[in-house]
């Protein structure tokens, strides 16, 4: 009866499931009138659990152990990138349970993905244990010798044969930055190729390139504390926190209860929406045209802030004129809302003091999602909201380390530090640091390997923590491509569906059986900890990069992971100043950190931009590469969801979570089901150009009319079999978030 739990339920996490019922002597602690769970908002994030002081709240894990006799490791959840800080409770080498610890970005709390989806993959028993070699067609159990020794032989063949840059390496976004780092030395120092790539190439390589483009850095500009705490305004654009970044997501909810006004522009009646002042629920990929809306409302009504423009700012004149070409009427056509909501959120917007933009995949994964990434940039610099608190342009990275593992340079064009390939001053820094001669050719992106693999002219492929079979576009380009290759090496904690066609499958081992770091989406770095001994065989990564180098013939060795980020700081001047010492000491450092006596950045921009001058680079709107038709005539786009984390490799390893959700389903608009004869809960079949899976439909209103919508966590009806792989020009990222589909009741 302390009331703790009712406490965080409300004021914390914001959902108002635990109260009080009955008065007096007859008080209990229950849901909201006492309803079934099952009927509340209740997202299991388990915080009420993790914060009762007296065990009237326990988790089922709990009865595995007493608090005394686990040992508490503090880490940083393996999941999304809002980087939330833990302690994972360790008894006789066996991960029990997680609990929430008090973070920057996190405050003691976690999501249900955090506590609940975090530990027991690293036990499952079907990890895997021992190197694998394929032989007869079968793969079979290998010693570590011979597994490298073979693979080395067959990459000396393809060099030999076809040259260096028929090799190509993907690196891992879930694995520490140390991890990364040393794979692109290994691709680029032993296999002497740029052909090295991570999966920012598919969710944010777009932010990467456009905020690059207008502003030199790539990065989320302010922290989410800052982004969430004392605003007026919070434009978000293609982002569902609540679902993809939970612990931020419920900083926002209380950002609204605070009296922030949110402005969500979605396709979707995200959750978010129930909190929202203004909700655009815009057609997908029509943000370009959107934000040149918003900007043509702002200069009209002399809302922009010409001193920042004039003083800050390049290229504004050609952007004026462009902005002519979108008046309200024509915007609120092209994006299917009203042109009165648009001049709303555009005065909201540009009259709000403190308005930060805060987006996600449903900006970057288009066609022109570079472009969309430009326009929000530059909707933000018309308005003069860079470079102060409470503002910015933030976009909320995917995966728990993919702005690290762009940090590390896993990217065609860049060394560790975004330091260009194409500068060949940078070329001979790393050629003098690695004593090695390096390949001045940048690299292809792992979006181009693919149909190079299939031209014939990549020949192999090492393929670090990554299943592209599930998590790419066009399943079926993929599946061709990889049997294309001479030889695939796959390295992983679990045999995937992209490892199945590997020759070679190396047992790597999880996030919480290293040392190391991750940097979270607000450039943070944090600390990964060893809290148990992995499973058989396992070995380090960067131990086994290290054997793959020797036998390369470039012979490399680290002592600990400290000592990679000793070297990652000597090389990379924006992580200059940061050492597992200082951060053991309890600092926390948010990069461009340049000197060890630099206390880190956690607003960019101030006072000037990275590239000197803020660019307006002029973006016009184009529609999406496919659209529907009499044959395909209904428009899908994608997302995550709640209690998943991409593929499931880890999340599905936790029963909880499965129970809640466990197969595909498509959000189907209520009036399209009725036309098509489908109820909710029917089985259907969803087809588009590229091919066809089964789905559940849920129908509803979540999407409008002639839209539908799915999730990517599921290798049994994946979407991905029927998404576009159609590229954006300037990132080459896929277009995800649109494609034309059929859906028939099966
Ligand atoms: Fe982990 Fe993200 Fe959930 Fe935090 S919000 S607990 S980082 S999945």
Redesign the pocket.
């Known amino acids: 009866m302390c009331r703790r739990c009712v406490r965080i339920c409300e004021e914390l996490q914001c959902r108002n499931v635990i109260s009080l019922k009955e008065r007096s002597f007859d008080t209990i602690i229950t849901t909201a009138y006492g309803r079934p769970w099952s009927e509340t908002t209740c997202e299991s994030c388990g915080n009420c659990v993790s914060h009762c002081p007296t065990g009237a709240l326990s988790a089922k894990d709990h009865k595995k152990y007493r608090s005394w006799e686990v040992r508490k490791v503090r880490t940083t959840?393996p999941?999304?990138a809002?980087?939330?800080q833990m302690d994972l409770l360790v008894r006789d080498n066996r991960i029990v349970g997680a609990e929430p610890a008090d973070g920057p970005s996190?405050h003691n709390l976690?999501?249900v993905?955090?506590k609940f989806g975090?530990y027991k993959f690293v036990g499952s028993g079907d990890r895997l244990t021992h190197p694998l070699i394929r032989r007869n067609g079968q793969l079979e159990q290998a010693s570590w010798d011979e597994a490298l020794d073979y693979m080395a032989e067959q990459f000396r063949e393809i060099q030999k044969k076809y040259g260096n840059d028929a090799i190509a390496g993907f690196s891992c976004s879930r694995a520490p930055n140390e991890d990364n780092f040393v794979f692109q030395k290994m691709m680029r120092a032993a296999f002497r190729t740029n052909n090295v790539d991570n999966c920012a190439r598919i969710c944010h390589s777009a932010s990467v390139t456009g905020l690059a483009m207008t502003l030199g850095s790539g990065a989320m500009t302010n922290p989410i504390a800052d982004i969430t705490g004392d605003v007026d305004v919070i434009l978000l654009v293609g982002s569902n926190p609540t679902e993809a970044?939970?612990?931020?997501g419920t900083q926002i909810r209380r950002a609204v209860r605070r009296g922030t006004k949110l402005i969500v522009v979605d396709p979707r009646k995200i959750d978010l929406t129930n909190d929202a002042a203004l909700h655009l629920q815009i057609k997908p990929g029509t943000n370009v045209a959107f934000a040149n809306g918003m900007m043509h409302i702002i200069l009209k009504e002399g809302l922009a802030d010409m001193d920042f423009i004039s003083s800050r700012t390049e290229g504004f004149e050609i952007l004026e004129q462009i902005l002519e070409d979108y008046p309200p009427e024509k915007v609120a056509q092209i994006c299917h809302i009203r042109q009165e909501d648009l001049i709303q959120a555009a005065r909201m917007y540009a009259g709000a003091r403190k308005a930060p933009i805060i987006y996600c995949l449903g900006v970057t994964e288009h066609s022109t999602g570079t472009e969309g990434v430009m326009s929000l940039s530059n909707l933000a610099m018309m308005t003069g909201k860079l470079g102060r608190p409470g503002c910015g342009i933030n976009p909320l990275r995917g995966q728990?380390n993919v702005q690290g593992a762009c940090d590390m340079g896993c990217l065609p064009t860049d060394f560790p530090g975004y330091q260009k390939v194409a500068n060949p001053d940078v070329i001979h820094k790393f050629q003098t640091a690695w004593s090695v001669e390096l390949n001045t050719r940048p690299g292809l992106t792992s979006t181009e390997v693919f149909p190079a693999a299939i031209k014939g002219s990549i020949k192999g492929l090492y393929i670090f923590g990554e299943d592209p079979i599930v998590t790419d576009p066009d399943t079926g380009h993929i599946e061709k491509a990889l049997k294309s290759l001479d030889f695939l090496v796959v390295q992983e904690l679990f045999m995937t569906e992209t490892a199945a066609y590997a020759d070679v499958v190396l047992p790597g081992v999880s996030y919480a059986e290293k040392e190391g770091t991750f940097t979270n989406t607000e450039r943070r770095l944090q600390r990964v900890r060893k809290a148990v001994e992995p499973a058989g065989l396992a070995r380090d990564d960067i131990q086994i990069f290290c054997d793959v180098m020797g036998r390369m013939g470039y012979p490399c060795h680290y002592d600990s992971a400290a000592q990679v980020m000793d070297e990652i700081a000597c090389v990379t001047p924006s992580y200059g100043g940061i050492s597992h010492a200082r951060l053991d000491a309890g600092e926390s450092l948010q990069w461009p950190c340049p000197s060890k006596d630099h206390p880190g950045t956690p607003i960019l921009h101030a006072g000037r931009f990275s590239r000197g001058l803020g660019y307006f680079y002029p973006a016009v709107y184009k529609e999406s590469r496919e659209l529907p038709d009499e044959e395909y005539p209904i428009l899908l786009t994608t997302g995550r969801m709640l209690y998943h984390y991409n593929t499931r490799a880890m999340t599905k390893r936790t029963e909880g979570l499965n129970e809640i959700c466990s197969e595909s389903y498509i959000e189907v608009n209520e009036e399209d089901a009725k036309v098509l004869g489908i109820s909710h809960g029917d089985k259907v079949l969803v087809s588009s150009r590229r091919g066809r899976i089964t789905s559940t439909a849920r129908v509803g209103q979540k999407v409008s009319p002639q839209e539908a919508f799915m999730t990517f966590h599921f290798a049994d009806g994946n979407v991905n079999r029927i998404t576009n792989a159609a590229l954006d020009d300037l990132a080459r990222i896929p277009e995800y978030k649109a494609c034309a589909i059929r859906i028939q009741k099966a």
Request: with cysteine.
């Open positions: 959840c999941h999304c809002t980087g939330c996190n976690l999501c993905k955090g975090s970044h939970p612990v931020a728990n």
